[in-house]
């Protein structure tokens, strides 16, 4: 069936909503649009499935959620007593996604499988926490995470509270492929085995993260004097977050216009606290009330932003990477002094994140070990470990501003992350420093990096194809080297395989992903790979050199070099 007569299809159905089928009327003059919706199913894949937010076979509404929750629902029940364990379902902000948490209960519990149902939204990491403490066979969160507020998305769970392994995703996917009558599905809406999350689950989890405090002295002497802004950005943050730093004792001003849950996030152009426009009104308070620091999380407060003062006395909105090694060098630091860094520690990071990981793990004797991108390759280190003990994890990241520590939850947690940066700026007041000052000081000691990304955005049913194909013509040329840098290696991940100038090859040993890294010498690396949760090709510049100034005069160069080679390949 093309997708003319798809659409047709779903427009002449008795079974479509009414409110559904006046969307498809109004665009029965549109061919280009009904083949973005009925031209391409939403792919499913580790990552779950996310999309625009409408009527079609390749958006986010109610039947692709039903279809995709018949596939887990039929996956679960090829497994003996997971149906009884139940699957816990959380939620965001973002349009629809109460409507289709409900929708997903639904078809679990008309499918026998308990279904766990958050009250109000929760954030990803109360989700995967609740997944662990309730013995759930699994997880679904609805979300979008940071992507624009057209998007929505379903993100699935394992009973570990990482997000589904490959293995497990695949078979799911082979359930929902199964399912071609999309409009089939039903649910039982009603249904007993729908039961609401206790509520000990979330004072459980404001337990666990009190236990991962590093400097309770400092936060008692500084904690009430500090002055902290923070914003949820009309997101699921808000609750938590503002209670564990209440707990701490930390002094919070929040941003009260952007603490409603408003699903067009209509403060911001976009609810993503990587950039620092999102964070401009909680930078604007701060101006105000002069506070010391800024802190912003996604709307399912999984990704925190940061903003400080620089020497200056301006604020500075940081990366994800220059938190990423704050929060490094702060918490092997004072498990350092209080003689608690585990023999065995390691630390874990995508392989897109900062090489200065590298130099402070080698600084404090700490093994580090690096996944694709994605926080559940960094869960299942932590489930490998907890499972051989080789290692004790102490620390989690990735460049995007996701970052963990502790085993409470699987995924990255902007919660712990809030509490962290928190008690990291009073221990700093507390020893006569500051944030900013101590990022200074790292640079000084291990070398400038300056740590760039670039998106490339695509669009239309081949987005994903195209990028992909630019990918690979990646890997069939040589490349010398990048503006003043020579090409040292040239890692792709899709065949697992690190090749040298000399020809030499050696297996990565990771997941493999559709991704080619160039290492350059000197310590710099460009990687170039698509998003799999976005129509972006992503690019990622770190530049190692002996200033900020040496390093920004050349990365305008070495960018010339990939712009012209992506040119290249992609004709």
Known sequence: MNYRELYNSWLSDARLAEEDRAELLAIADDEKEQEYRFGGELEFGTAGMRGIIGCGVNMMNVYTVRRATQGLAEYIK?????????????????????????????????????????????????????????????????????????????????????????????????????????????????????????????DDYIEALSGLTLSDEAVKACGKDLKLVYTPVHGSGYVPVMRILKKLGINVTVVEAQTTEDPAFSTVAVPNPEFKETLSMGIALANEIKADVVFGTDPDS?????????????????????????????????????????ANAAVVKSFVSTGMAGLICKEFGVALFETPVGFKFIGEKIKLWEADGSHTF?????????????????????????????????????????????????????????DKNVSVQYAGLNAMKEMNAVVDGLKKVEVAGFGPYETVAVRDYSADVRRTRDGKTAPLGIPKCNCVYYELAGGSFICVRPSGTEPKLKIYYSIKAESEAAASSVLPVVQKDVEALLARVGK
């Open 302 to 342: 999984d990704r925190l932003g940061v903003a400080v003062k620089d020497e200056k006395g301006e604020f500075h909105a940081l990366s994800g990477n220059q938190v990423g090694i704050l929060l490094l060098d702060y918490i092997l630091t004072r498990l350092q002094e209080e003689h608690a860094l585990p």
């Open 78 to 202: 090829t497994l003996p007593g997971k149906a009884a364990q139940g699957v816990v379902i959380s939620y965001d902000t973002r349009k629809n996604s109460r409507l289709f948490a409900e929708a997903a209960a639904a078809v679990l519990a008309k499918n026998s499988v308990k279904a766990y149902l958050f009250s109000r939204v929760h954030p990803v990491p109360m989700l995967s926490y609740a997944v662990r403490r309730l013995g759930a066979a699994a997880g679904i969160m609805i979300t979008a995470s940071h992507n624009p507020k057209e998007y929505n998305g379903y993100k699935v769970y394992g009973e570990d509270g990482a997000q589904m392994s490959p293995e497990a995703t695949a078979v799911v996917v082979g359930f929902i492929g199964k399912i071609t009558d999309y409009l089939s599905v039903t649910g039982d809406p009603a249904s007993p085995l729908i039961v609401p999350v206790p509520a000990e689950v979330d």
């Open 394 to 450: 102490v620390f989690g990241f990735e460049e995007s501003c996701g970052y963990l520590r502790g085993t409470h939850a699987r995924d990255k947690d902007a919660v712990v992350a809030s509490m962290l940066c928190a008690e990291m700026v009073c221990y700093y007041t507390y020893i006569g420093k500051t944030v900013y000052g101590r990022l200074m000081e790292i640079y000084r000691k291990y070398g400038y990096v300056l």
